[in-house]
């Protein structure tokens, strides 16, 4: 299992910094991401809020997202989680966003994706999207895998609006 522990302190540390803030929303990390950064001593200065966008219920319930938002928008794709950055930032006035959605397994999503697929997108002075495709089903590993990868593209981010 990747040290998110580190990792996050590292992007901690950046942020406190740089006095930034950062909001997360997650679906199959599960709260890996929001876990791994609340666990940085000190995370007030630049932790906000998240939250598991698990369902569109969330999505609608949590993030106030009209449906006419999703015309033309799958979850679990890079513009999905673009808009689920840029909407969490926008409601929680933060200079990151992070998103991360998603299929961890053991089967895949029900618009086709296989087990072991994941979308993630930064928002922020500099935005970013990546997918990362495991082809596995172990669900647990592959959260762990997603969550070190958004980790890591939150903080190429950051390091790159210096």
Known sequence: MPDLT???AAVG????ERQQ???VTESS???LISASLVAVPGCSAFYVGGATIYTRTAQYGLLHVAESAFEGILSSTEPYA???SRNVRAALGTTWALSETGASGPTGSSHGDDPGH???AVVGPVERSITVETRVA???????IFAKAALELLEKCIRESA
């Open 6 to 8: 580190s990792m996050s």
């Open 13 to 16: 540390a950046l942020l406190k």
């Open 21 to 23: 803030t950062i909001a």
């Open 29 to 31: 990390c599960g709260g």
């Open 82 to 84: 673009l808009m689920n």
């Open 118 to 120: 994941s979308c993630m």
């Open 138 to 144: 172990d669900r647990e590993a592959n959260m762990w």
